[in-house]
């Protein structure tokens, strides 16, 4: 026991290594085994049983950096309060002075430890150690350098077998110690009993028994890919010299699926639909960043993509006038309209294959209140074995939330058969993006070259320092334009141009193909010199297109958010077209009946 706090045996050996001991201390631990209050002890009893020492907490984030200094402010407090100054030197939120000198201060590390510079440390206590950056220990270990016995102190419940943290377990300066919560005798066993339950085994063995797992959404461990490769990474890559990497992409799948305790992989053939059979399947979003880069990147796309959900929710709604105080009051994050945030979830959708967005109710009335948008990179969909959606998870760099079906805003694009994602797009087109990208970059090269083509110099020298002037005299004279005037016969140019076929019947074609894939007319996305009468086909190709998916956003919001709403239609020209085509009987082109939809069979 110290003070009034009865500590385990553990704690007390942490306590009394950290105040006597010269190794650095390493815990890894489960959840709630009260390590933060060990090391609350520790630094409470450092600070004043030492003179003019300079103890530092951190954490990744403000908040639990906060939660542990608070647990030191509340043992000196306790214990300690007559060692409190006061006046200028008062407590803060962030800083401790007591009376014999030494001084206790909190501190957020952010990414790179940039803020923490600066300070000359006798104790560095780094609290959820394995989820701080390695450029922040880089950033504050030199500031231990100057003081005498100066130690590290990390804590923290694992995550993953890679940085600061883990590689503490393997360094002999490091005194570790590992806790599990199931050894903790203040723990509920029955709490711990239903935990391992609702996760899988890998997230109970990291969160309640404090083991090194591999990332969870990993499916090789670390350690296995080490053991596979044939030859040892240099230590060092040199500028010089050439090196190669090989990847054999797996053929298809972003799903994994599985029980709680026991996770079935499924891969399908590239033209397979993606659907796995299991007590639960999870389906993640791998390649959103990728897709993201492509539609901000190309700008046809965007504005193709762009273009479509515009003509879809952009000229407004009807709805009763209840619902339509609702919808006006809705604002996402802030400065968000409903539809904008409808166009929002609908370019997603294009873009991922699924698109979703928080369900913001009333506690009491269930009303809705607002739509918050959630990027797939961030969400994974929960299938139970019955193929329905049972959940959602949003993983977050230290937690997952976890979301009811009715909690989530989810609209699909492009869903067929019995596929558990939506389509995407830029699976249909991004081929022909890369193609047409392609193009225009060999295109300006022979451009460039041909205005400023490539150039072989004959000098009458072996004098290194001789040519190297000339070559740059003449490099010099080339850009600004000027006469560069030099001995007879010293020189002699000889210029090669690049001779290439036009490349924009190939880029046209290509653009043509990718409309299609996108969905909707060149003419709609891109009217430029288009005739008029090109223009209104490709109008009325394109308005069942948009119709439909009004149609569709129609029956996702009844089913979801529990309201009717209809969606405004631009202008159509199916009547004009009629007109015109009824005063011109010889017409051989589209005919009043050619203009319409029919479903129904004869």
Known sequence: MIGNI????????IVNLGLTGNKNIAIRAGRQVGKSTAIAVLAGEFAVRNEDKVIMIISAVERQAFLLFEKVLEFIDDKYSQMVTWGKNKPTKSQLTLKNGSRIYCLPTGLDGYGIRGYTIDLLIADEAAYINDDVFNAITPSLAARKNAKIVLLSTPFGRE??????????????????????????????????????????MQEYLGEFIDELLQWFPDQLIKECMKRKRPEKINKNENYFLGVTKASATNIYSGSDWNIEEYETEAQSLEHGEADEVVVTFPKAAEYFGYYKKYGQLKKAIDTLWLYVVGKGYEVDPETKVILEHITGFGEDTFVSILWNMGVVSMIQGDAF?????????????????????????????????????QVTKDKIIKWNKEEIFHIRNDAIADEQRGTSVIESCKWVIDAIEEARRDYRIVLHRNVVPLRIIEIDTDDTAKRNSLMQEYKDAIQKGEVLVIPKGTVQVTETAINVQDPLGWIQSLENYFYLAVGIPKTIANPE????????????????????????MEADIWNQLYFRIKFNRPASLVDNITTNEAKNTSQLGFQPKDLYVNLNRE
Request: some cysteine; hydrophobic content about 30%; charged content about 35%.
């Open 6 to 13: 009865k500590l385990d045996d553990w704690q007390e050996k």
């Open 163 to 204: 940085g600061y943290f883990a590689r503490a377990f393997n360094d002999p300066t490091f005194e570790t110690f590992h806790i599990t919560s199931e050894e903790c005798s203040r723990i509920n066993k029955e709490f711990l009993e239903q935990e391992k339950k609702r996760m899988t085994k890998r997230q109970y």
């Open 357 to 393: 967005a928080e369900i913001v109710r009333d506690d009491k009335t269930g009303k809705l209140i607002n739509l918050k948008p959630i990027s797939p990179e961030r969400m994974r969909i929960i299938y139970g074995s019955n193929g329905l959606i049972k959940r959602y998870e």
């Open 529 to 552: 010199g288009v005739s008029e009468g090109t223009s209104k086909i490709g109008y009325l190709i394109f308005e069942p297109i948009y119709s439909f998916r009004q149609t569709l």
